[in-house]
């Protein structure tokens, strides 16, 4: 059953694939902020997928991000992400990554849940 405070943990050691310079979003080889955002996301939608009814999924709709500190290449993260609300078909998100024990980002993130035929629907033609 869908309910707040369902959470899920994850590990990730920071490679060239997650950096600035990757991403494009800067020339530094750090945890790009994209990657970060990309990571929560993940994080969150895995939190519930089991808890779905069959053929439904969820989307990204919105997020709050901060990124509070630089993780170089070999650095080890850990994301932790708890569902703190259910609003029929809106999911609130609080997700915190964080380095060692330095907080190193975190974010309020909204999903919603579709119905993932007819989601896609929307794009046949």
Same mark, same amino acid.
């Given at each position: 059953?869908? =309910? =707040?405070?369902?959470?899920?943990? +994850? %590990?990730?050691?920071? @490679? %060239?694939?997650? /950096?600035?310079?990757?991403?494009? !979003?800067?020339?530094?080889?750090?945890?790009? /902020?994209?990657?970060?955002? $990309?990571?929560?996301?993940?994080? $969150? #939608?895995? !939190?519930?997928?089991? #808890?779905?009814? *069959?053929? @439904?999924? /969820?989307?990204?709709?919105?997020?709050?991000? &901060?990124?509070?500190? $630089? !993780?170089?290449?070999?650095?080890?993260?850990? @994301?932790?992400?708890?569902?703190?609300?259910? &609003? %029929?078909?809106?999911?609130?998100? =609080?997700? *915190?990554?964080? *380095?060692? &024990?330095?907080?190193?980002?975190? $974010? +309020?993130?909204?999903?919603?849940?579709? %119905?993932? +035929?007819?989601?896609?629907?929307?794009?046949?033609?």
């Amino acid at each position: 059953m869908l =309910q =707040q405070g369902i959470s899920l943990e +994850e %590990d990730l050691t920071v @490679c %060239d694939k997650h /950096t600035a310079a990757c991403y494009g !979003s800067g020339l530094l080889p750090v945890f790009a /902020t994209p990657a970060m955002l $990309a990571w929560m996301e993940s994080v $969150a #939608y895995k !939190s519930v997928e089991p #808890y779905l009814p *069959e053929g @439904c999924g /969820t989307v990204g709709a919105a997020v709050k991000l &901060e990124h509070l500190k $630089a !993780s170089p290449i070999g650095a080890h993260l850990h @994301c932790v992400s708890k569902l703190v609300a259910v &609003e %029929d078909r809106k999911l609130t998100f =609080q997700i *915190e990554v964080y *380095e060692g &024990e330095v907080k190193a980002g975190c $974010a +309020e993130h909204v999903r919603y849940i579709v %119905d993932n +035929e007819r989601f896609m629907s929307k794009f046949k033609k």
